[in-house]
């Protein structure tokens, strides 16, 4: 058991899935972050949360933040006689940014910080990775907000659990990031049940085509990326329940500008060697409640012992 008095903390990025074709595979980080501090007591559970849904968050052990942190322990082998948990968080909930992910990934990572202050081996980054897609379910936004920038990220589930997997890739300088984040909430679980269980050989060809492009586009070729943000899977079949979000993006690939629904939505991001976006696409956004600013690539989850939550 580890000893009451120990203080570890993470910084966790915000993150963007799918990215158009690349469903429950592509991911990319954004430079929106999630502060998260651990200390073990000696008995009980006190969690704090401020910024982002403040208020609205069970504050016990349902706490995602918090069974994130007793996953993180029991995969070391560890346990605690108490904990305090303290969250200050900046990425929205609800709204296809990653919030689950970045949470989940922030308690693995504060635990690290716990691990090395007791002279404990912490969790790797394959380790984060693992233990956090299996809350998710697919390996995109955690591997992501592990691993910083864009992920390809794959699954192998020839086994149980399923196996996950990725691997950074470089973004090119010339891309620039305009994430649009609105007021209304969408559920990442609703929002699946839209598609179909089943799609053609066609749709399929063609999203493998583009999701292998996205990655030639996103890394090396940026002039691809309209090609290679199309989509057949998922964007149309969400479309009539994110109806403003889905206007957004038609409205930016009109004027040439490569974009996507963020996740499952209603977030929409821009990616762009464009210097800004359309004056028409921001008074669009602004009428209809979205949160339009330049971003750039996130950075891996950061994590330390001993301290306050890093700067």
Known sequence: ?????????????????????????????????????????????????????????????????????????????????????????????????????????????????????????????????????????????????????????????SGLPPKFSAVPVRLHPDIRLFPAIPEQRSSTAEARVLLPAQVSHQDARFNVSRAALLVVALTERPDLLMAATEDVLHQPQRAHAMPASAEYLRLLRRYDMAAVLSGAGPTVIALSTAAELPAEALEYAAANGFAVSEMTAGEGVRWSSGTAVPS
Do not use: K
């Not at 933040?65 to 108490?82: D, F, I, K, N, T």
């Not at 990653?98 to 790797?124: E, H, I, K, M, R």
């Not at 980054?125 to 693992?130: K, M």
């Open 1 to 157: 058991m580890l000893p009451a008095g120990l203080l570890g903390s993470s910084v966790v990025a915000a993150s963007s899935a799918n990215l158009g074709p690349g469903f429950d595979s592509l991911g990319l980080a954004l430079s929106l972050y999630d502060e998260i501090a651990v200390e073990t007591t000696d008995s009980g559970l006190h969690v704090e949360v401020e910024g982002e849904s403040a208020g609205e968050l069970v504050l016990d052990a349902g706490h995602l933040v918090v069974r994130a942190v007793e996953r993180g322990l029991q995969a070391a082998g560890a346990s605690v006689p108490g904990l305090r948990v303290r969250c200050r968080n900046a990425i929205p909930h609800s709204r296809g940014v990653g919030s689950s992910a970045a949470a989940v990934v922030g308690g693995l990572a504060a635990v690290n910080g716990l691990l090395a202050q007791a002279g404990w081996t912490p969790l790797s980054h394959a380790d984060l990775i693992q233990l956090a897609s299996e809350f998710e379910g697919h390996p995109d936004n955690a591997a992501a907000a592990v691993l910083g920038g864009p992920v390809v990220s794959w699954t192998d589930v």
